[in-house]
């Protein structure tokens, strides 16, 4: 708070108005956790923001991304952003399936933003994402060393043939 004086008699100031400067606060997050964890490609990977406030304003929206410079730090020009949240009315969140992330061990990382641009430092959580199971189906015979069989495979949204002989190791 700053005063300023804007007339003089002989030996007093008198004030007649005030500058107030003020700083703003960055908004906070206290936590990122993620949930499942671990996962199975496709579940759905839930990210959520605990405690996130403004001492002095409003957040105005969460953004959640992929460490994918796996270096541990946040940085918005090369990790990959995987959503954003503008309302808190069901916490700050960010849902989606699993398919289109790395498998193995993810970090995650959640930013908050103020009404005055401000950013929050970033919270961060790692998690594990399993690949799809392969499924196997339709064996044909069973049978001994050096018959035939066929059959089907998926894992992760592949998916194929085939066929070959029985082998006993």
């Known amino acids: 708070l700053h005063s300023f004086p804007t007339r003089r008699s002989s030996d007093r100031a008198t004030t007649v108005g005030q500058v107030i400067q003020s700083t703003n606060i960055a908004p906070t997050i206290t936590t990122l956790t993620d949930s499942p964890d671990p996962l199975t490609q496709p579940e759905s990977l839930l990210l959520t923001a605990n405690g996130v406030s403004d001492a002095d304003g409003l957040v105005t929206k969460v953004e959640f991304y992929l460490d994918s410079d796996h270096n541990g730090i946040l940085n918005p020009a090369t990790d990959r952003m995987l959503g954003s949240d503008s309302s808190a009315g069901d916490g700050w969140r960010w849902v989606e399936s699993s398919s289109n992330l790395p498998v193995g061990t993810n ?9 005055l641009q401000a950013w929050s430092g970033a919270a961060n959580v790692t998690g594990t994402v399993n690949p799809q199971p392969i499924f196997v189906s339709q064996i044909i015979d069973e049978g ?3 018959q035939r069989f066929v059959g089907s495979w998926g894992q992760g949204g592949l998916a194929g043939a085939y066929e070959g002989d029985y082998r006993y190791n």
Do not use: L, N, V
Request: aromatic share 16%; proline share 8%; charged share 40%.
């Open 107 to 115: 970090r995650y990382f959640a930013r908050a933003q103020d009404d």
């Open 144 to 146: 001994d060393p050096g």
